[in-house]
């Protein structure tokens, strides 16, 4: 029992480090959107390492986007509209770039799916971001 319970730690903090990694690369490829690593990061580390959950909600940069996704399950308009537009051009990179027909058609049914659910992410704009605190 013991022992099950380690490899599903290990499993959970070993894909929290992978996803945590592909978010600070998305910080500067463009292609790579950062936030749905981060919170996928999160939710491993959660289960597997409460020192990194804890440790990465603390974090400057990477602490604002999941407080703000833990408060109010939802993103800034500006998280949306730029991770709308890296998913359609990897996507559509990816699919321009693989030969295989099956993979291509496999690759815009994941498209639309993930785009759909992106989209219905809910928006909630923070006070200080509004014009009128500029």
Not at 83 to 97: E, H, N
């Amino acid at each position: 029992m013991e022992s099950t319970i380690r490899i599903k730690r290990y499993f959970f903090n070993v894909a929290g480090g992978l996803c945590l990694i592909l978010g600070i690369l998305g910080i500067a490829l463009p292609l790579l959107p950062t936030t749905p690593f981060i919170l996928l990061a999160s939710a491993c580390f959660m289960r597997g390492s409460p020192a990194f959950h804890s440790w990465l909600h603390e974090h400057k940069t990477f602490g604002p986007i999941l407080k703000n996704w833990h408060n109010n399950r939802a993103v800034t308009r500006k998280v949306k509209q730029r991770g709308a537009v890296f998913i359609v051009l990897s996507f559509f990179l990816s699919i321009v770039v693989v030969p295989l027909l099956w993979v291509k058609i496999a690759l815009l049914v994941m498209l639309i799916v993930l785009l759909s659910w992106f989209i219905r992410l809910p928006v909630i704009e923070l006070v200080a971001d509004r014009e009128e605190n500029h």
